[in-house]
């Protein structure tokens, strides 16, 4: 039999792990045939495996020459000192408040549980219920976790066995999509795609051919991305106009990369939470054989459901979409398509499109589906026209207001007087409309002239804006 090497010195530093240490030397004591021996060959075995600090650790527990020679008693004598009395409250406060993190396996998170029980000293026979309630409340998916609710005789062996079962399958379909995103990016930059049977394509022009007849570009002029014409750098005829489309200067309207609220809303839907903790905004909907729970959120335009969801309903063939959605914060969200689906709850049916996003942990019951599931009364009154309210309050429609008393600008201590002795220039262009503004700003009460001196003066920086008004600084 090969000679077996003893564990390596004990860390003094770290007595968490006396433990751990104890159960690595019993099963060199095992294996060794240490345990044959004399008690005191087998504490000095135990001494020299620990370190130097062991020997001077055994003086101080004062036994008898007898007793030092027992290898039980020196045993216990290190638990004693490496495990003291445990705080019970404060082991099962660490117990019920573990959860599964992003990035633990379920196999770590379940051996945890079992590590951490272990100090709890909880009454009777529950290490299996305990750990098991533990599993299902801190799993981190929580569509695991409903399904594990449903169980009304779920045990631990089998919590454990749908925990280990959900992680590898998401792993295997995770490293499919990986293999298909692969092979997908191999055939665009390799060979070309098989034609589909039926489908007319043009036949594809000689490179060759097609390069004679190109027009050669001038030499120093390219595609303009302000005016979108051929020019020489530095001659664009968009330098100093005013876009179309924007108001902005210097571009036309044609190369335009503002969208307007129309455009925005044509290609953009919107999601929304409410987090209120009320379990009446959550439905239980049957799509295809699931029973998935939504949040019915009624500020959401579309229904939306997570990637896991998705991979339990047998993952449906998803259409390409071009919607952009967002999330609160104006998040934009990761859609990996859609799919046409029947929602139905008890006698009620709706056929929505379902959008199927990565990233998120909970379904979400748009409006559309809300409204024609009838889960939600809207009851929205007449909104009262603009007009009859400035009727009804003209004070509060005019063009400025005022407020009662004076208002006194308090200044620090030491504070030195500012003044300008030249006025600033005001380009030729702006003269008469900065002097419109300041003859209705005047008229209004906003200003007034000072024809002598002043300790403070400033000058003002004009900026026209889209509404022919100015900013003064």
């Known amino acids: 039999m090969a000679k077996l090497s003893p564990p390596e010195n ?14 690595r030397f019993s099963f060199y004591r095992t294996a060794s ?10 504490v000095a075995t135990l001494i020299y495996t620990m370190g130097q600090n062991a020997d001077n650790l055994l003086k101080s527990f004062n036994l008898s020459a007898d007793d030092s020679k027992k290898f039980e008693q020196v045993l216990d004598e290190f638990d004693k000192h490496f495990n003291p009395k445990k705080n019970v409250i404060h082991e099962r406060a660490k117990f019920h408040s573990r959860r599964q993190n992003q990035g633990d396996t379920a196999e ?8 951490l029980f272990e100090n709890c000293a909880f009454p009777g026979d529950t290490k299996n ?6 599993i299902v409340i801190g799993i981190l998916d929580t569509n695991l976790s409903e399904k594990m609710q449903l169980e009304s005789e779920l045990t631990l062996e089998k919590a454990v066995q749908m925990a280990r079962q959900s992680e590898i399958v998401k792993g295997q379909v995770k490293a499919q999509h990986d293999k298909e995103r692969g092979s997908a990016d191999e055939v665009s930059h390799g060979a070309r795609p098989k034609q589909p049977l039926g489908e007319y394509r043009a036949p594809k022009q000689n490179p060759a051919k097609k390069k004679q007849h190109r027009t050669p570009m001038p030499k120093g002029q390219k595609q303009c991305t302000r005016c979108n014409r051929m020019h020489i750098q530095g001659k664009c005829p968009a330098k100093g106009k005013n ?7 210097d571009h036309f309207s044609v190369c335009c990369r503002t969208k307007t609220l129309n455009e925005l809303a044509e290609e953009s839907d919107y999601l929304g939470t409410i987090e209120t903790g009320d379990g009446q905004w959550r439905a239980k909907l049957k799509v295809r054989h699931l029973l998935v729970c939504f949040k019915i959120d009624t500020g959401a335009d579309v229904t939306v459901i997570p990637e896991t969801v998705y991979l339990s309903l047998g993952s449906p063939k998803l259409k390409k979409t071009n919607k952009n959605l967002f999330g609160p914060g104006n998040k934009k ?12 709850s008890q ?16 379904s979400l019951l748009g409006r559309p589906a809300i409204i024609g599931l009838n889960l939600v009364k809207l009851n929205i009154d007449e909104v009262t026209s603009v007009d009859s309210i400035k009727r009804t309050h003209p004070r509060l429609f005019r063009e ?13 201590e030491g504070v030195k007087p500012f003044a300008l002795a030249v006025p600033r220039r005001v380009p030729i262009p702006l003269l008469p409309k900065v002097k419109a503004e300041l003859e209705r700003m005047e008229k209004s009460g906003v200003i007034f002239k000072v024809d002598q001196s002043t300790d403070w003066c400033a000058g003002i920086v004009c900026v026209q804006k889209a509404i022919l008004r100015f900013v003064y600084a």
């Open 10 to 23: 004990y860390d003094f530093m770290n007595p968490s792990k006396w433990n751990e240490w104890k159960q």
């Open 347 to 362: 006698n009620k049916y709706s056929v929505e499109e379902i959008y199927v996003v990565r990233g998120i942990d909970r």
């Open 400 to 412: 400025l207001g005022q407020l009662d008393g004076e208002y006194r600008i308090s200044l620090n």
């Open 243 to 249: 876009c179309r489309k924007c108001g902005k200067m």
């Open 333 to 344: 969200l990761n859609v990996l398509g859609s799919f046409t689906e029947t929602l139905s």
């Open 108 to 115: 770590s998170f379940i051996r945890s549980l079992y590590e």
């Open 129 to 134: 219920e305990q750990i098991r309630d533990k």
């Open 33 to 42: 045939k240490l345990h044959k021996d004399d008690g005191e060959i087998q």
